[in-house]
C-alpha cells in the first residue's frame, strides 16, 4: 500500500473543504519543520496548537514521525515521506517481518478476530458493508502482525479501537510499524502480562486533581480511580466517536509524553466540577458510574489547552504524595519524560522484559505477605517456642544457665523477707531503724543473733545459735523464689514445674478472698497478698472473662441480626477475647513493672513492688469484668455503656488506689505520668471491650462495586467510615 493508496481511504473519512488561508499557512510551518534539520519542538507547538495537524495527508508525515523519532539513523532514506523519519520499505524489513505469517500464532490471536468483528462501529460513516469488512480484514493482519513478530505483548480489549486509527490515516504497512511502536514505546504499561502497571498509572490522577482542586479530590477520595481505565488504557479512541476528534486529540498525545494521557483526564474530570460536587460524596458507586463516562460533546481544544498549562505549572515531578516516586522505573510514563530522548525498539524490548521482571517480584513479594498474613499467629507461637528452646539450650552450654535463676532469686528473697519482717516487726512493736555503715563491716556475735533472729520471727521457730550449719536454717540461702520457706536445698529453674508450681501454691479460701478484696477494697492489696501472690487467681479470673465475653458477646450479635436466616457463630469472638484479655493482663504488668525499675528504685536499690505482685495486682482487677460482662448483652446499649463504665471505674480506682503508694517513690511527673498511662491503657481496654463484644449494631459487609466497563481490574472498594475503628481493632486481635 503506498501514500496515494493511503491519501485515498483517508479522503473517505473527511469531507473536503478548501482550505482556509491560516490551515494553508499551518501546513506549511508543519511542512517546514519536518525539512531536515527536523525543528521538533516546533512540531509539538504546532501538534498542540488549534486543529493540531490539520488533515491526514500532514499527519501521514509528521504525526509518524512523533512515533518514529528513535529509529536509528541508518534508517533515514532521502526516499519516502521525511517526516516518517524512514520509507515504508526500508522500516518494513528492518523492524516489521515480512515473514510473520509463518510465525507462530499468538495466544490472544482468537480475542483479536472478536474484536475485530466489533471494530469500526462509528467510523467511518460513508462506507458499505463490504468497504468495512475490507477494513476489518485489514485490521485483523496488522494486529496479528505486532503480535506475532513480537510474542511476548499481551492483547488487551481495547487495542484494536488505537490501531483503527492509525489503519485509517496510514493504510496497513504504515499502521503496522506504528502499532508496533506504540506497544513498545508509548503503551508498554498495558500489554504487560497483568493490569497492575496500568492501575498504577491510575493513582497520579489523585495527586493531580489534590494539586489543581484539593476540594474536588477530598469530595472524590472514597471513589477509587479504576474510572479512568478505559479511556486511558485505550487513549479515548474507545470513549470518542468522532473519527477529526479523535485523530486531533492523537495529534496532541502523540507529540508529548505518555503521563499527558492522565493530565487530559484530570481536565476532563476538573472541567465537571459542579456535577461532581452535587452527588454526595457517601455516594461513590454513584460517583465512579458518572465519572467512567466522558461528556459529550467534548470541547477538545479547551481540555487540551489546560491540561498543557496544568501540565506545566504541576509537572509530575512536584505532584503531592510523592506520587511520581511511586511510579516504575521501566513505566513508559518515566522513559517518555523526555520528549527528544525517547528509547530504541531495542531498548523499549529490553525495558519490557526488566519490568516483567519486576511485575513477577511484586507479585511473589505479595503472595508471600499474604501467606505470612495467614499463617502469622501459629508461625509467631512456633517461632517464639523455637527461640525459647535454642535459648535455654545455648545457656546450658556456655554455663550462664545458672546466672538468671541466682539473679532473680535474689530479687524475689530480698524483696519478700524485707517486705515480711518489717511488717512483722512493726505488728511487735520495733521501731528502730538500723542503718548499716557503707565501709567494711567485719560480722560480730551480735551481729549473728540478729540475723538469728530475724529468722526466728519469719517462721516462728526457735532460733539455734548453735548450729552453724546451714542445712538446718529454715530458709537455704539458694531457695529460689519460693513464696514459702523451703527446707531443701535444691535448685529451681526456669524450664522446670517446680519453679512455676510455687506461683500457684495458694487455696480457695485465699483466692476468693482476695476476689473479694478486689471488688470491696478495704485494705491496700498489697497487705492482702501478705508477701505471697499468686498466679493461680489471675490465670482463672483472666480465662472465666474470656468465655464469658464470648457467651455474651455471642449473644449480643444473635440479638442484633436478622432473623430472615439461620445465625451463625463467631468463633473469632473467643480468639478475639483470648488476645485482648490475656495480651492486657501479662503484658501491660511487664510494661509498669520495667517502668518501676528504672524509675522507681529506693534508696536501697529496690523495687517497692515485684513482677508477680504486678501480674496479681492486674489479674485480680479484672474480677470485676465476670459481672460486667454477665450484664452488658442487654439490647439498651445505653445501659451496656453504663455497665462498662462503672466496671472501668472499680476496677481503675482499685489500681490506682494500689499502685499510688509504689509510683509515689519516683518524682511527681513521673508518677503523675504513670498513673495517667494506667488509667489511660484501663480505659482502652473497656472502650475494647464494649466496641468489640456488646455493639448492639450488626456488622455491615463492605460494600463492593464491580465496574467491568474497562476489564476485570476495574474495582471499586468502598469501606463505611464509621466502622473503620472497630476494623482495626478486630485486625489486631485477629478477628
Same mark, same amino acid.
Given at each position: ?15 473536503? =473543504?478548501? #482550505? ?102 462509528? !467510523? ?25 513478530? !513480537? ?46 502497571? @496500568? ?36 487513549? /479515548? ?14 495529534? &496532541? ?35 465512579? *458510574? ?5 461528556? $459529550? ?46 528509547? *530504541? ?15 513477577? $517480584? ?15 499467629? #501459629? ?16 545457656? +546450658? ?23 515480711? %519482717? ?33 529468722? /526466728? ?12 550449719? #546451714? ?14 520457706? @523451703? ?5 529451681? &529453674? ?37 508477701? %505471697?501472690?499468686?498466679?493461680?487467681? #489471675? ?94 448483652? @442487654? ?36 508518677? +503523675? ?23 448492639? =449494631? ?38
Amino acid at each position: 500500500i503506498n501514500n496515494a493508496t493511503a491519501n485515498e481511504k483517508s479522503d473517505t473519512l473527511q469531507v473536503r =473543504k478548501k #482550505p482556509t488561508p491560516e490551515a494553508s499557512i499551518k501546513t506549511d510551518r508543519i511542512l517546514a519543520a519536518c525539512e531536515e534539520p527536523v525543528e521538533l519542538d516546533a512540531l509539538i507547538l504546532l501538534a498542540t496548537s488549534t486543529e493540531g495537524l490539520v488533515n491526514d495527508e500532514v499527519r501521514r508525515k509528521a504525526c509518524t514521525f512523533s512515533l518514529a523519532r528513535s529509529i536509528p539513523s541508518k534508517l533515514m532514506e532521502s526516499t519516502g515521506p521525511i517526516l516518517l523519519g524512514y520509507d515504508y520499505k526500508t522500516t518494513v524489513e528492518s523492524i516489521i517481518s515480512q515473514a510473520w505469517r509463518s510465525l507462530p500464532p499468538h495466544k490472544d490471536e482468537d480475542q483479536v478476530r472478536l474484536d475485530v468483528d466489533r471494530s469500526f462501529v462509528y !467510523y467511518p460513516k460513508n462506507e458499505n458493508d463490504r468497504q468495512i469488512d475490507r477494513r476489518k480484514a485489514e485490521l485483523s493482519v496488522v494486529i496479528t502482525e505486532v503480535l506475532r513478530s !513480537y510474542p511476548m505483548l499481551s492483547y488487551f480489549q481495547g487495542f484494536h479501537d488505537i490501531v483503527q486509527v492509525f489503519l485509517l490515516v496510514l493504510g496497513v504497512d504504515g499502521a503496522a510499524i506504528a502499532a508496533a511502536q506504540l506497544s513498545l514505546q508509548r503503551i508498554r504499561d498495558f500489554m504487560l502480562p497483568s493490569l497492575s502497571a @496500568s492501575v498504577a498509572q491510575l493513582q497520579l490522577l489523585p495527586a493531580i486533581l489534590q494539586a489543581v482542586d484539593n476540594e474536588l479530590c477530598k469530595h472524590l477520595s472514597q471513589t477509587q480511580p479504576f474510572f479512568a481505565l478505559a479511556a486511558t488504557l485505550t487513549m /479515548y479512541a474507545h470513549e470518542i466517536q468522532e473519527y477529526g476528534d479523535i485523530a486531533r486529540l492523537f495529534d &496532541f498525545l502523540l507529540a508529548h509524553s505518555a503521563v499527558v494521557s492522565l493530565y487530559f483526564f484530570a481536565v476532563i474530570v476538573l472541567s465537571r466540577r459542579d456535577e461532581l460536587l452535587e452527588i454526595p460524596a457517601s455516594e461513590p458507586e454513584m460517583l465512579h *458510574s458518572v465519572l467512567s463516562k466522558l461528556p $459529550k460533546p467534548l470541547d477538545l481544544e479547551t481540555l487540551i489547552s489546560k491540561t498543557t498549562s496544568i501540565f506545566e505549572q504541576f509537572p509530575p515531578e512536584r505532584l503531592p504524595r510523592r506520587a511520581w516516586t511511586k511510579v516504575s522505573t521501566y513505566s513508559v510514563l518515566k522513559t517518555t519524560r523526555e520528549i527528544n530522548h525517547q528509547p *530504541s525498539l531495542s531498548e523499549s524490548v529490553e525495558l519490557f522484559e526488566k519490568q516483567v521482571t519486576q511485575l513477577r $517480584k511484586e507479585q511473589n513479594r505479595e503472595k508471600l505477605m499474604k501467606q505470612i498474613r495467614q499463617y502469622r499467629q #501459629p508461625a509467631r507461637n512456633i517461632g517464639i517456642a523455637v527461640f525459647i528452646g535454642v535459648f535455654s539450650f545455648w545457656l +546450658r552450654r556456655t554455663g550462664w544457665d545458672g546466672y538468671p535463676v541466682v539473679w532473680l532469686r535474689r530479687i524475689w528473697q530480698t524483696t519478700r523477707l524485707h517486705g515480711v %519482717n518489717m511488717r512483722v516487726m512493726a505488728n511487735r512493736g520495733y521501731d528502730v531503724v538500723v542503718d548499716v555503715d557503707e565501709h567494711e563491716h567485719v560480722a560480730s556475735p551480735t551481729d549473728n543473733a540478729l540475723c538469728a533472729y530475724t529468722l /526466728y520471727i519469719t517462721d516462728n521457730s526457735p532460733p539455734d545459735f548453735d548450729d552453724a550449719n #546451714p542445712r538446718n536454717s529454715k530458709i537455704p540461702p539458694d531457695a529460689p523464689f519460693s513464696s514459702q520457706p @523451703s527446707n531443701t536445698s535444691s535448685k529451681r &529453674f526456669l524450664w522446670t514445674i517446680s519453679f512455676y508450681a510455687q506461683f500457684f501454691d495458694v487455696d480457695t479460701s485465699a483466692v476468693l478472698h482476695r476476689c473479694l478484696s478486689a471488688l470491696i477494697p478495704r485494705q491496700p492489696f498489697l497487705d492482702i497478698l501478705d508477701g %505471697n501472690p499468686d498466679l493461680y487467681g #489471675p490465670f482463672w479470673i483472666a480465662t472465666t472473662v474470656v468465655f464469658i465475653l464470648f457467651l455474651t458477646g455471642t449473644i449480643s450479635q444473635y440479638l442484633a441480626s436478622h432473623h430472615d436466616k439461620a445465625f451463625v457463630y463467631n468463633f473469632k469472638l473467643l480468639s478475639g477475647a483470648a488476645g485482648l484479655v490475656y495480651g492486657y493482663t501479662g503484658v501491660i504488668p511487664v510494661a509498669l513493672w520495667g517502668a518501676l525499675k528504672w524509675f522507681g528504685q529506693t534508696a536501697a536499690g529496690e523495687v517497692g513492688m515485684t513482677l508477680v505482685e504486678c501480674w496479681a495486682l492486674y489479674g485480680y482487677a479484672n474480677v470485676i469484668w465476670i459481672p460486667v460482662a454477665l450484664i452488658s448483652w @442487654s439490647p439498651v446499649n445505653i445501659l451496656n455503656f453504663g455497665f462498662v463504665a462503672i466496671g472501668f471505674i472499680i476496677s481503675a480506682v482499685f489500681l490506682v488506689r494500689n499502685l499510688w503508694p509504689v509510683v509515689s517513690v519516683t518524682e511527681a511527673k513521673v508518677s +503523675r505520668i504513670l498513673l495517667l498511662a494506667v488509667v489511660g491503657l484501663h480505659a482502652g481496654l473497656a472502650i475494647a471491650i464494649k466496641i468489640l463484644f456488646f455493639a448492639l =449494631k450488626p456488622r455491615k459487609m463492605m460494600a463492593l462495586t464491580v465496574s467491568y466497563s474497562a476489564g476485570p481490574a476495574a474495582k471499586h472498594i468502598k469501606e463505611d467510615e464509621g466502622e473503620k475503628g472497630e476494623k482495626m481493632l478486630r485486625t489486631i486481635l485477629g478477628m
